[in-house]
């Protein structure tokens, strides 16, 4: 247990002593300064995560340049210009252009935009899906053995496999990236789900609700969800970066987000063929695409040792 937990678990305990001695205005003030105490001792143990804190600025600059990639590049990702075509890197073009003259440095910030969309939306989706299939497995026996029937189904076949069929009979368009890559990463997630509910439905407190009356849809929401969002949640982190690589391979192999869309992957995909002549096409987006996910999964680690202190180490 690391020393910021235990000055936390100090400050509670403080916190509880406290209350039984003061009432009224000075119990307010008291409370609310060591709330105070207990955020900057939170805020001090995730940053003393020097990964973490990488990662989130990793994550927050390449969010940021893709929020204001017109501002920053005033050239159009879709623009071709012949004439400059294959340029390698300068202070006109940064990033070099492609085999069409476009600006790769342009390119490459409006294709952050797409892979964090992706990776962002692939991530709530199946965190949300996965949890509501995993909550109701975990309370109904013959919903438990359909649906991770179905999950094993799913996790049988590799996962660039599946979501290349699944493209090629939904068609390759930016939503059905969205639609496959969901439907990949959700088993992962419900299992995950499944197995964290299944030990709160077995707590003593879970049996007194029980006992008392309780339904199970109330059960379900209000007292098993909130106890196994923890770990959806950093598993949300990492499915966001899985997300982006796949997305990534997805428009490299033809069938993600249609040319000619400013993909990271569309961009490696175009670049394969001069990368000889032009290795800058490919060197920067995957460089790009790389440090995202890098980044991406070092705030997951980072969280999951926030959340859960006994894994730091």
Partial sequence: MSILHANEMTVSAANANATETLTGAGFEELKARLAKEQRAIRIRRFTSNKGAVFGLVVVLMVLLLAILAPVI??????ALDT????????????????????????????????????GFTVGILSGVLGMVVGLYASTNKLADNILMRICDGLKAIPSTLLAITLMAVLGADIRNVIMALTIVSVPSMARLARGRALVIREQTYIEAMRCLGASKLRIMWKHMAPNIISPIIVQVTFVFASAIISEAALSFLGAGVPAPAPSWGNILNEGKSVIYQAWWIVCFPGAFTALTVLGLNLLGDGIRDFIDPTSEG
Avoid: E, Q, W
């Fill in 73 to 78: 590049c005033h050239y159009d990702p879709l």
């Fill in 83 to 118: 004439v400059n075509r294959l340029k390698p890197m300068s202070l006109a073009h940064p990033f070099g252009t492609d085999t069409m003259g476009r600006d790769v440095f342009a390119r490459v910030l409006y294709g952050a935009r797409i892979s964090l969309f992706v």
